[in-house]
């Protein structure tokens, strides 16, 4: 008996390891209470974070707490509780806090309960506000538009140069 409460404890100590590593590298994690989704919904936000390279897994409160022990995130323990769902990305900051928030305005069950951005602890509404800015790719799509205006209207004047000295030889 003793061996088999041994295995258990290394098992979990483990898992605590693990959700450590896995939140370490993360740029960014938000905890979501999924209590009240159907299999359905929750697949249907699966398959919307899988599509940009978010992942969602389900994790054991206590192992939560414990893998935020002495770390940055340790302001996270009191979100802890209920039904709780991890939401991360690796790569972009922006895109699980935007999937989620999208994702509750039209499932009232999904709640965000907490998280981080960029690696720094933040309040709902800086997740909130995060989540309504312009992503990645909607960011360089700006800044391709306003570096070619300037380059148009300079093409432009050249072509009305080009085309003034035509006219005047």
């Known amino acids: 008996m003793k061996l088999m409460s041994e295995a258990s404890i290394a098992k979990k100590a483990e898992a605590v390891k693990n959700v450590n590593a896995m939140l370490t590298e993360a740029q960014?994690?938000?905890?979501v209470d999924y209590r009240g989704l159907?299999?359905?919904?929750?697949?249907d936000l699966r398959k919307q974070l899988r599509d940009a390279d978010v992942k969602m897994m389900v994790?054991?409160?206590k192992i939560l707490q414990r893998a935020v022990e002495?770390?940055?995130?340790?302001?996270?323990?009191?979100?802890?509780?209920?039904?709780?769902?991890?939401?991360?990305?690796?790569e972009d900051p922006i895109a699980p806090a935007k999937i989620i928030k999208k994702f509750a305005d039209d499932h009232e069950a999904l709640e965000v309960k907490g998280g981080f951005?960029?690696?720094?602890?933040?309040?709902?509404?800086?997740?909130?506000?995060?989540?309504?800015?312009?992503g990645r790719e909607e960011l360089l799509s700006m800044l391709a538009s306003a570096l070619q205006d300037p380059m148009?209207?300079?093409?432009r004047a050249v072509k009305a140069i080009a085309d003034k000295e035509d006219e005047a030889a």
Do not use: W
């Open 117 to 134: 951005i960029e690696q720094s602890v933040k309040t709902l509404d800086e997740i909130n506000e995060y989540a309504t800015m312009p």
């Open 152 to 155: 148009r209207k300079i093409a």
């Open 70 to 90: 002495g770390t940055d995130y340790e302001a996270l323990n009191d979100v802890f509780v209920g039904p709780t769902a991890i939401v991360f990305s690796n």
């Open 38 to 43: 159907t299999v359905a919904e929750v697949t």
């Open 59 to 61: 994790i054991k409160n």
């Open 28 to 31: 960014t994690a938000i905890v």
